[in-house]
């Protein structure tokens, strides 16, 4: 089983940037589709971004041209790389591995996008 910890998130103004971490242990995180998710209060969760073990990225269309996904096998890292970023975009942010055995989730990082 892999395990999860996000880091990265804090309080940011309207415009600013973040770079949020998710680092994957007991498993690389090269066998697993990333994914990134965020969860504001009293709303859904909502699938942010994907990388795959081929290197292919997807977004969801709110923050294209904004984020980006990326891996760093060495460090068994997933990176979500954010700028831009608006109100909209508070939430608690949740790193998510999947294969064929199973789906894992981190604790998630909390990103404030606030004046």
């Known amino acids: 089983q892999v395990q999860l910890v996000e880091s990265g998130g804090g309080l940011v103004q309207p415009g600013g940037s973040l770079r949020l971490s998710c680092a994957a242990s007991?498993?690389?995180?090269?066998?697993?589709?990333m994914h990134w998710y965020r969860q504001a209060p009293g709303k859904q969760r909502e699938w942010v971004a994907t990388?795959?073990?081929?290197?292919?990225?997807n977004y969801v269309d709110s923050v294209k041209g904004r984020f980006t996904i990326s891996g760093d096998n060495a460090k068994n890292t997933v990176y979500l790389q954010m700028s831009s970023l608006k109100p909209e975009d508070t939430a608690v942010y949740y790193c998510n591995a999947v294969n064929v055995l199973g789906r894992y989730w981190g604790q998630g990082t909390q990103v404030t996008v606030s004046s």
């Open positions: 990388i795959t073990p081929g290197g292919r990225t």
């Open positions: 007991g498993s690389r995180f090269s066998m697993y589709n």
